[in-house]
């Protein structure tokens, strides 16, 4: 009788030593299979969220009151591979509004009372604005100085380490200060010697003028 209990206690123990080793084994083939997926979740996580999405180096931004400045960012654009951006006022600028002939007109208004300029944009910040390092600011002349559209985009953006270049329109006056005093209003930047174009700009124009930038 001892002789048999013993011999079922053996048994008995040695079942449990047996349970215990395939516990083990099973919490040990787990454990690895569990890293990859943590390490596949780490990389679409990786993938998701990194590195810059914009599509290119240069940006051109424009005001254009009547046009011929968006033309000239077109050319721009296409010579230089880079993106447009449009500023746009919250409240558009009618052609009554652009007679500057007109004492009572909106941009005369704005021109004789500098705190009428602060003009609402649709827009004054880029998606992406850290994947440009160049970046070319257009605007026509109003009273020889830059059109005050552009002021808030300037204002808004911070543009350290960043080549500026201006660039304007105008029948008959030069670029001026004008793209010394955005300099100065941004505070931020390497800014270049702008360009005066007419209206009427032709895209060899323009393509002459990019080559002669050796960005």
């Known amino acids: 009788m001892k002789r048999l209990s013993v011999l079922l206690t053996g048994i008995l123990l040695s079942l449990g030593l047996a349970g215990c080793g395939n516990a083990g084994t099973e919490t040990a083939t787990q454990s690895p299979a569990a890293e990859p997926t943590a390490a596949a979740a780490q990389t679409e996580t990786a ?8 599509t290119g180096s240069t940006l051109v931004v424009y005001y254009s009151a009547t046009g011929n400045t968006e ?11 880079g993106d447009l951006f449009e500023l746009e006022p919250v409240e558009p600028y009618t052609d ?11 941009v005369t208004r704005e021109h004789d009372d ?10 004054d ?18 009273w020889g100085i830059a059109a005050w559209p552009v002021n808030g985009f300037v204002e808004a953006n911070d543009f350290t ?8 329109t ?22 270049l010697e702008g360009m005066r174009f007419r209206g009427s700009a032709s ?4 393509a002459e003028w990019i080559d002669g930038l050796d960005l």
């Open 114 to 123: 500098p705190e009428l300029r602060d003009v609402e944009l649709v827009a």
């Open 71 to 81: 033309g000239v960012a077109n050319y721009i654009a296409e010579a230089t591979g």
């Open 161 to 168: 380490g960043k080549t500026v270049i201006p660039f304007c």
């Open 203 to 206: 895209e060899s124009d323009v």
């Open 96 to 106: 009554a509004d652009l007679d500057w002939t007109d004492d009572n007109s909106r």
């Open 125 to 142: 910040t880029v998606e992406n604005w850290d994947s440009y390092d160049t970046v070319f600011i257009g605007y026509p002349i109003w």
């Open 170 to 191: 105008s029948s008959s006056s030069d670029i001026g200060d004008s793209g010394q005093l955005l300099e100065e209003m941004a505070g931020t930047g390497t800014w």
């Open 47 to 54: 993938a998701d969220t990194g590195g810059n999405t914009g």
